[in-house]
């Protein structure tokens, strides 16, 4: 049985927003603290604000690529995965990941029921939070990029996409906070 790629849903405005390559081109400073920002966790339909974790706990801030509810990233698939199978223990830690994801609300619920996410799973249509970060574009979407913050919401980590290293992995992460 031959069955085709259901490319539904992947050319909207999003898609030409973000066609064109910008590298990964971060500015922001250890140290520093990072921009705060609200918005939806599809996994409760509730906002979250970033700068409600300050004083808190550590957070990762998880920037990941899927193109639509049924396309996802072939570099970001088993990032997405790992991190989820691997919340609990970084919340046994006191950290909070937050995945964030440029598909829309509905596009983003089916993806928390497909991947069964344990996480939050924040949307950001706009990719508003992803220039702010500067994570970079290409293909039409964001591109992916993980920061790790303290307790106090200073940047203590970054990485950012290359195609030798596309997603920090849970190890790094975890030795970062």
């Not at 974790?53 to 957070?59: A, E, H, L, R, Y």
């Not at 829309?104 to 991947?115: F, H, I, N, R, W």
């Not at 964001?142 to 940047?155: E, I, N, R, T, Y």
């Amino acid at each position: 049985m031959l069955t085709s790629t259901d490319f539904s849903g992947l050319i909207n405005e999003r898609f030409f927003r973000n066609f064109l390559p910008i590298p990964a081109h971060n500015e922001l400073r250890l140290g520093a603290v990072t921009k705060d920002f609200e918005l939806l966790d599809i996994t409760n339909s509730q906002p979250v604000r970033l700068s409600n974790f300050q004083g808190k706990q550590p957070v990762i801030l998880a920037f990941t690529r899927i193109f639509t509810e049924k396309q996802y990233c072939p570099l970001c698939y088993p990032h997405i995965k790992a991190m989820n199978e691997n919340y609990e223990l970084f919340s046994s830690r006191g950290i909070e990941v937050l995945m964030i994801t440029s598909t829309d609300k509905q596009q983003s619920e089916k993806v928390v029921t497909d991947l069964g996410l344990k996480m939050p799973l924040l949307s950001d249509p706009s990719c508003w939070v992803f220039r702010e970060y500067q994570v970079g574009q290409a293909l039409g979407a964001p591109l992916p990029a993980q920061f790790v913050l303290d307790k106090q919401g200073k940047l203590v980590y970054k990485h950012l996409f290359s195609f030798l290293s596309p997603n920090a992995s849970v190890e790094q992460l975890l030795a970062a906070v």
